[in-house]
C-alpha cells in the first residue's frame, strides 16, 4: 500500500513546497532586494569614503576611527548618542504607562470600547508633519495651549522647543501621546487574562488594587517585554518627528539630534554617505547588543 | 497552470508597454530634449514657467525642454541619487554651496567659451560657479538679506552696529514683552548670515588661496559679539515664537525678499519697512541662489546651453526671478525688473552689489551647519567667549579640509 501511494505523495509535497515558494517568493524578494542588499551595500560603503557622485573610494576603519574617537570632525556624534537614549529612557516607559492606563480604562468601561479604541489610536495614523504641526503650535511660548493651561494655574510655562533642557521631555510626551500601539496591545494582554482568576480573587476579598498588582500586571509580562524591546528599538530609530520639528537645526543648541538625524544630516547635507553608512552599522550592531541584553536581563515570563 | 504562465505574460507585457510609454521613449533624431530638473514652485509659478518654456521652444523649434519639478527640501536627495544611479537630468538648478563638490566629482560640464558674457552678471553670484578659475554654470537667480523694521516700534531704521545696538535695548526697555531683534541662532541659516556681518567687520570667511581659515579672527569676533550683544534685548523666550516679527513680538529681523510677499499676504497689518543691513566699517551682505547646470552625462548639451542661456538672458532672467520670487543675476535684467519700483525691493537689489560669494570649497556645508553654527550656539546663547567658540570652529574646519 506504501509503495503504490509513494510516488504520489511525494508528487504532491513536490508540488506544496513550490506553491509554498511561490507564495513566499514576492516576501521574500521583498526583503532580499530592499532590505539585504542595501545593508550589504551600507556595509560595503561604511569602509569607503563617498559622496554618492563620486566613485567611494577605500577608507578602511578610517570612517569607524574618526566617528568614535574624532571629536573635531564628528563635535556632535556623542551628543547625538546621548540625545537618543534619553529618548529612550524616557520615551518608552511613558509611552508604555499611558499605553497601559489607557487599555486599563478601555477594559473597565462597558460601553463604546471601540469608540475609545479608535480615538486613542487615532494619534498614531497622523501624518507625522501634522503631529509636529499641532504640537508645535501647542508649545508655542507665547500663544501655546499648554503653557496657557499653566498659567491659569499660576505657573509659568518653559520654552518647551527653545530651552535645551526641556526638548526631550517634550518629544517624550508627544511619544507618551502616540502611544496607541501599546494601548492595543495591553487591551489584548488585558482580554487574554482569564476572568475566572479576578472572580476567584474577589471571593477572597481582594480589592482592585491588589487585583491590578497580583494579578494583571504579573500576568502582561509578556506583553510588558514585547512592548519594551519593539519600544526601545523603535525610539533609538527616532527621526521623522525631530526631523519636521527642528528640520536640520535640530533645536536649540541642537538638543534634538537624534542619532538618526544626525546621520541623515552627514550622509544627504553633508557629503559623506561613507560616514554615515558607519553611523548605520554602528546604530544596527548596538540596537543588536540592546535587545539581547534585555532577553538576558528582563523578565519575560511570570514565575509565580 | 498554462493559464497562469500566460496570465503572467500578458501581465509582464503591459507593464513594460506602460513603463516605455511612461519613459515616452525614443524621439524623433531632429527633436532635442533638454530634461531640466528645478525646485516645485506653487501652482501657479508652474505655470508661468511652462509658458516660459514654451517661448523658448518657439524660438529653437528643434528643442524640447522637458520640466521636472522636485520639492527644494528633496532636491539635493534626488539630484546626488540620480546622478549617483546614472540616470540624472541634462541640466538643473544647483545650489551655489555645492558647486565645488559636483564639479569635482566630474558630474558638471564647463560652461562652453563664449556661452555668456560674464561682465553681464553681479560678480557674486558669478563667482559661485567658480571652480579653480574655470565656470562650471550660469547664475539664474539670487538673494540675499536686510533689516526689517517695524514701523510702529521703530521710527527710523539703524544704519550702524551702535545705532542696531541701542536701538533694540530701547525697544525692549520700553516694553519687556516685545524683543529688539529677531537674533539668528546657532543653525544653518545663521551662520548662512553670519559672513555679511563678519565682512561688515573688515573680515572674510576663507582665504582659499593661502590655505587660511579666517573666521576665526577679530572681524568676526566682533560679529559674534555683536549678536550676543543684541540677545541681552531680544530674549529667546519672546522670539522662539513662531513668526516673532511679524506678529510685533521682535522689533527687527535680518531675513531675505521671500518675507515680503509672504508678510503682506499673511500679515497685512503689519506695517514694516525694509533698511540695508547695519553696517560697522563697510556695507556688506551675504549671498544665496542658484546657479544652471548642465550635468556631464547630458544627452544634448548644447540645447542645455541654449535654455540656460535663454533663462539668463537680459530679457528673460528678470522674468525668470519674478516668477520665482528672487532677483536676477543678470545687470541689464536687473535694471528691467519691476522689483526696482517697489521700495522694499529696491533695498535687497542695492544690497546685491555688495554680496560676498560663499567660500568654494566641497566641505563649506559641512563647515557651515557643524562648526559654524555650533560656535554661533556656544558664542551667542551659550555664553562662552566668541573668541573660543571661533578657534574650536576653525580648528575644525582646518583639520576637515587638511589646512594644517
Same mark, same amino acid.
Given at each position: 500500500?506504501?509503495?503504490?501511494?509513494r510516488?504520489? !505523495?511525494?508528487h504532491?509535497r513536490?508540488?506544496?513546497?513550490?506553491?509554498?515558494?511561490?507564495f513566499?517568493a514576492?516576501?521574500m524578494l521583498?526583503t532580499l532586494?530592499?532590505?539585504?542588499?542595501p545593508?550589504?551595500?551600507?556595509?560595503?560603503? !561604511?569602509f569607503?569614503?563617498w559622496?554618492?557622485?563620486s566613485?567611494a573610494?577605500?577608507?578602511?576603519?578610517?570612517?569607524?576611527r574618526?566617528?568614535l574617537?574624532? !571629536?573635531?570632525?564628528?563635535?556632535?556624534?556623542?551628543? #547625538?548618542v546621548?540625545?537618543?537614549?534619553?529618548?529612550?529612557?524616557l520615551?518608552?516607559?511613558? !509611552?508604555?504607562?499611558?499605553?497601559?492606563v489607557q487599555?486599563y480604562?478601555?477594559?473597565?468601561?462597558?460601553?463604546?470600547?471601540?469608540?475609545y479604541?479608535l480615538?486613542?489610536?487615532?494619534?498614531v495614523i497622523t501624518?507625522?508633519a501634522?503631529?509636529?504641526?499641532?504640537w508645535?503650535w501647542?508649545?508655542d511660548?507665547?500663544?501655546?495651549?499648554?503653557n496657557a493651561g499653566?498659567d491659569?494655574?499660576?505657573?509659568?510655562?518653559p520654552?518647551w522647543?527653545?530651552?535645551?533642557?526641556v526638548?526631550?521631555?517634550?518629544?517624550?510626551?508627544?511619544?507618551?501621546w502616540? #502611544?496607541g500601539?501599546a494601548?492595543?496591545?495591553?487591551l489584548?494582554?488585558l482580554?487574554?487574562?482569564?476572568r475566572?482568576?479576578y472572580?476567584a #480573587?474577589e471571593?477572597?476579598?481582594?480589592?482592585r488594587?491588589q487585583q491590578?498588582?497580583?494579578?494583571?500586571?504579573?500576568?502582561?509580562?509578556?506583553?510588558t517585554?514585547y512592548?519594551v524591546?519593539?519600544?526601545?528599538i523603535?525610539?533609538l530609530?527616532v527621526f521623522?518627528i525631530?526631523y519636521?520639528?527642528f528640520?536640520g537645526?535640530?533645536?536649540p543648541e541642537?538638543?534634538?539630534l537624534?542619532y538618526?538625524?544626525h546621520l541623515y544630516l552627514?550622509g544627504?547635507r553633508?557629503g559623506?554617505?561613507?560616514?554615515? #553608512?558607519?553611523?548605520?552599522?554602528?546604530?544596527?550592531?548596538?540596537i543588536?547588543?540592546?535587545?539581547?541584553?534585555?532577553?538576558?536581563l528582563v523578565?519575560?515570563q511570570y514565575?509565580? | 497552470?498554462?493559464?497562469l504562465?500566460r496570465?503572467v505574460?500578458a501581465?509582464a507585457?503591459?507593464v513594460?508597454?506602460?513603463a516605455?510609454?511612461?519613459?515616452?521613449g525614443d524621439?524623433p533624431?531632429?527633436?532635442?530634449?533638454v530634461e531640466?530638473w528645478?525646485y516645485?514652485?506653487?501652482p501657479?509659478?508652474?505655470?508661468?514657467?511652462?509658458?516660459?518654456?514654451?517661448r523658448?521652444?518657439?524660438?529653437?523649434?528643434?528643442?524640447?525642454v522637458?520640466?521636472?519639478e522636485?520639492?527644494?527640501d528633496?532636491?539635493n536627495t534626488?539630484?546626488?541619487?540620480?546622478l549617483?544611479?546614472?540616470?540624472g537630468?541634462?541640466?538643473?538648478?544647483?545650489? +551655489?554651496p555645492?558647486?565645488?563638490?559636483?564639479?569635482n566629482?566630474? +558630474?558638471?560640464?564647463?560652461?562652453?567659451a563664449?556661452?555668456i558674457?560674464e561682465?553681464?552678471f553681479y560678480?557674486?553670484?558669478l563667482r559661485t560657479?567658480?571652480?579653480?578659475?574655470?565656470?562650471?554654470?550660469i547664475?539664474?537667480q539670487?538673494?540675499?538679506?536686510?533689516?526689517?523694521?517695524?514701523?510702529?516700534?521703530v521710527?527710523?531704521p539703524?544704519?550702524?552696529w551702535?545705532?542696531?545696538?541701542?536701538?533694540?535695548a530701547?525697544?525692549?526697555?520700553?516694553?519687556?514683552?516685545?524683543?529688539?531683534?529677531n537674533?539668528?541662532?546657532?543653525?544653518?541659516?545663521?551662520?548662512w548670515l553670519?559672513p555679511a556681518?563678519?565682512a561688515?567687520?573688515g573680515g572674510?570667511m576663507?582665504?582659499e588661496?593661502?590655505r587660511?581659515?579666517?573666521f576665526?579672527?577679530?572681524?568676526?569676533?566682533?560679529?559674534l559679539?555683536?549678536?550676543r550683544?543684541l540677545l541681552?534685548?531680544?530674549?529667546?523666550?519672546i522670539?522662539?515664537?513662531e513668526?516673532?516679527?511679524?506678529?510685533g513680538?521682535?522689533?527687527?529681523?535680518?531675513s531675505?525678499?521671500?518675507e515680503?510677499?509672504?508678510?503682506r499676504q499673511?500679515f497685512?497689518q503689519?506695517?514694516?519697512?525694509v533698511?540695508?543691513?547695519?553696517r560697522?566699517?563697510?556695507?556688506?551682505?551675504?549671498i544665496?541662489?542658484d546657479?544652471?547646470?548642465?550635468?556631464?552625462?547630458?544627452?544634448?548639451?548644447?540645447?542645455a546651453w541654449k535654455?540656460?542661456r535663454?533663462?539668463?538672458d537680459?530679457?528673460?532672467?528678470?522674468?525668470?526671478?519674478?516668477?520665482?520670487?528672487?532677483?536676477?543675476?543678470?545687470?541689464?535684467?536687473?535694471q528691467?525688473?519691476?522689483?526696482n519700483t517697489?521700495?522694499?525691493f529696491?533695498?535687497?537689489?542695492?544690497q546685491?552689489?555688495t554680496?560676498q560669494a560663499?567660500?568654494?570649497v566641497?566641505?563649506?556645508? +559641512?563647515?557651515n551647519?557643524e562648526y559654524?553654527a555650533?560656535?554661533?550656539?556656544?558664542?551667542v546663547?551659550g555664553?562662552?567667549?566668541p573668541?573660543?567658540?571661533?578657534a574650536d570652529?576653525?580648528?575644525r574646519a582646518?583639520k576637515?579640509?587638511?589646512? +594644517?
Open positions: 500500500m506504501n509503495g503504490v501511494h510516488p504520489s !505523495s511525494w504532491r513536490r508540488r506544496d513546497a513550490l506553491a509554498g515558494f511561490a513566499t514576492p516576501a521583498h532586494v530592499f532590505m539585504l542588499v545593508a550589504g551595500a551600507a556595509l560595503y560603503f !561604511s569607503t569614503e559622496d554618492m557622485i566613485p573610494r577605500w577608507a578602511g576603519l578610517r570612517n569607524y574618526e566617528i574617537f574624532d !571629536s573635531d570632525l564628528y563635535p556632535d556624534f556623542w551628543k #547625538s546621548r540625545v537618543t537614549a534619553l529618548y529612550a529612557l520615551s518608552v516607559p511613558a !509611552s508604555l504607562v499611558t499605553g497601559f487599555a480604562l478601555i477594559d473597565l468601561v462597558r460601553r463604546g470600547q471601540a469608540f479604541r480615538v486613542f489610536y487615532l494619534p501624518a507625522e501634522a503631529v509636529a504641526a499641532i508645535k501647542l508649545y511660548p507665547q500663544f501655546g495651549l499648554i499653566l491659569v494655574l499660576g505657573v509659568a510655562g520654552d522647543l527653545g530651552t535645551p533642557g526638548v526631550i521631555p517634550a518629544l517624550a510626551l508627544i511619544a507618551a502616540q #502611544s500601539t494601548m492595543l496591545i495591553f489584548a494582554g482580554k487574554g487574562i482569564p475566572t482568576y472572580e #480573587s471571593v477572597d476579598g481582594a480589592n488594587w491590578l498588582g497580583r494579578i494583571t500586571l504579573p500576568l502582561l509580562r509578556p506583553t517585554f512592548l524591546v519593539t519600544g526601545v523603535a525610539a530609530q521623522g525631530v519636521v520639528l528640520g537645526n535640530a533645536g541642537r538638543s534634538g537624534s538618526v538625524l552627514f544627504y553633508n559623506a554617505m561613507g560616514a554615515a #553608512s558607519a553611523m548605520s552599522v554602528l546604530l544596527f550592531v548596538t543588536l547588543l540592546v535587545t539581547a541584553a534585555q532577553f538576558r523578565p519575560r514565575e509565580g | 497552470m498554462r493559464a504562465v496570465w505574460a501581465t507585457a503591459v513594460s508597454l506602460a516605455s510609454a511612461a519613459c515616452g524621439s533624431a531632429t527633436e532635442k530634449v531640466f528645478y516645485q514652485p506653487t501657479d509659478q508652474s505655470k508661468q514657467i511652462k509658458q516660459l518654456a514654451k523658448f521652444e518657439e524660438t529653437e523649434p528643434t528643442i524640447t522637458r520640466l521636472t522636485i520639492p527644494k528633496d532636491y534626488k539630484l546626488s541619487s540620480a549617483g544611479g546614472g540616470r537630468p541634462d541640466a538643473g538648478y544647483l545650489d +551655489q555645492l558647486m565645488a563638490r559636483y564639479a566629482a566630474g +558630474q558638471l560640464a564647463e560652461v562652453p563664449g556661452t558674457t561682465s553681464d560678480d557674486g553670484a560657479n567658480k571652480i579653480s578659475g574655470k565656470l562650471w554654470g547664475p539664474l539670487q538673494t540675499t538679506v536686510a533689516l526689517f523694521y517695524n514701523r510702529k516700534l521710527s527710523t539703524p544704519a550702524t551702535s545705532e542696531l545696538v541701542a536701538e533694540s530701547r525697544v525692549h526697555r520700553e516694553n519687556p514683552n516685545l524683543a529688539g531683534v537674533v539668528p541662532k546657532g543653525d544653518g541659516f545663521g551662520a553670519f556681518f563678519v561688515s567687520a572674510t576663507l582665504d588661496s593661502s587660511r581659515i579666517a576665526a579672527d577679530p572681524p568676526a569676533q566682533e560679529a559679539a555683536l549678536w550683544k541681552e534685548s531680544s530674549p529667546r523666550q522670539t522662539n515664537s513668526n516673532p516679527f511679524h506678529k513680538l521682535a522689533a527687527m529681523m535680518f531675505g525678499p521671500w515680503v510677499p509672504a508678510i499673511q497685512p503689519l506695517d514694516f519697512g533698511a540695508p543691513l547695519p560697522k566699517d563697510v556695507a556688506a551682505s551675504n544665496g541662489g546657479n544652471g547646470v548642465v550635468f556631464g552625462k547630458a544627452r544634448n548639451p548644447d540645447a535654455w540656460l535663454f533663462l539668463s537680459a530679457t528673460h532672467n528678470a522674468e525668470f526671478s519674478n516668477i520665482t520670487g528672487n532677483f536676477p543675476t543678470n545687470r541689464k535684467a536687473a528691467a525688473a519691476k522689483i517697489d521700495p522694499a529696491k533695498v535687497f537689489v542695492d546685491l552689489e554680496a560663499r567660500p568654494t566641497p566641505e563649506w556645508i +559641512q563647515i551647519d559654524l555650533k560656535a554661533i550656539e556656544e558664542g546663547d555664553g562662552r567667549s573668541a573660543d567658540a571661533l570652529a576653525a580648528a582646518r576637515l579640509l587638511g589646512w +594644517q
